[in-house]
């Protein structure tokens, strides 16, 4: 990857996409381990599909997407400006990309802090690679410790599956070039301070609920979710550095607090 002036330019030197090649188990696992709903109508690729023929009114998702990338339906408020700030299709983003998006959110959230874009771009800048998006570190401040080393035949597990999962319109974005980031790096706001360098895993179905960044809660709830490990209260955060989910805890409302399940 070269520089000219304020513009980033990637040199792709990619092919066309590979057939898919993963067995129809691997496929279940991931609809039954999501708790995938029947209306989404998931389909694994017929022999000779790739990820670039999904029909109308459907996309192509990665199976490398959920596990350690903690991708889970429906989408957070905060991944969807993602995509549409930076204006591109949910089958354009690289496995590491989406670890790099929902770990950031990980960290915010267990600070108390919102996600958001702006939030986001002081710590990274957008970048392909083979006409997929990552994102390349602009701050000295590192959160993502221990990621994933690399995906093995990523591009040929993938399957398709109704495109209102993600209730946003999407658009591909031809991957160059690409503008330089150019907002200025807040290092003395409080937000930005209180971010740790935090490991990154898969959480878990329980631990995105406590974080807020998994909806499969009651909308109803006069409860507040926290996480209990060895029946103690810990803070959100320490779970980066377990082996085990440890349990979900709950409390009721405050006075004057806000309905939890409105924060996603």
């Not at 999904?54 to 995509?83: M, R």
């Not at 080393?149 to 599956?161: A, G, M, N, P, Q």
């Amino acid at each position: 990857m070269s520089k000219v002036d304020d513009i980033v330019v990637v040199e792709n030197t990619g092919g066309g996409m590979p057939p898919s090649k993963w067995e129809e188990g691997l496929f279940e696992q991931v609809v039954r381990g999501h708790q995938f709903a029947v209306e989404w109508d998931a389909g694994n690729p017929a022999q000779g599909q790739t990820a670039a023929d999904a029909l109308p009114g459907y996309i192509s998702l990665f199976a490398d997407f959920f596990g350690e990338g903690n991708f889970h339906f429906p989408t957070t408020h905060f991944f969807s400006s993602i995509l549409t700030f930076y204006g591109f299709h949910v089958s354009q983003l690289s496995p590491m990309g989406m670890v790099q998006i929902r770990h950031f959110e990980f960290v915010c959230q267990s600070q108390g802090e919102e996600p958001t874009v702006e939030k986001f771009r002081a710590l990274y800048q957008l970048q392909s690679n083979l006409g997929f998006f990552s994102f390349a570190i602009r701050s000295s401040k590192k959160i993502l410790i221990n990621p994933p080393r690399s995906y093995h035949d990523w591009k040929v597990k993938f399957f398709f599956i109704r495109e209102e999962v993600i209730p946003i319109v999407m658009e591909f974005r031809d991957p160059e070039p690409i503008p330089k980031e150019d907002m200025k790096i807040p290092r003395d706001a409080s937000w930005y301070e209180k971010l740790l360098a935090l490991p990154n895993q898969a959480f878990g179905e329980q631990v995105l609920v406590v974080a807020g960044m998994s909806e499969r809660w009651p909308h109803d709830s006069t409860n507040v979710p926290f996480l209990l490990l060895d029946d103690e209260k810990v803070e959100l955060y320490h779970r980066a550095f377990l082996a085990h989910a440890g349990v979900m805890g709950v409390r009721p409302l405050r006075e004057g607090e806000e309905f939890w399940y409105e924060q996603i």
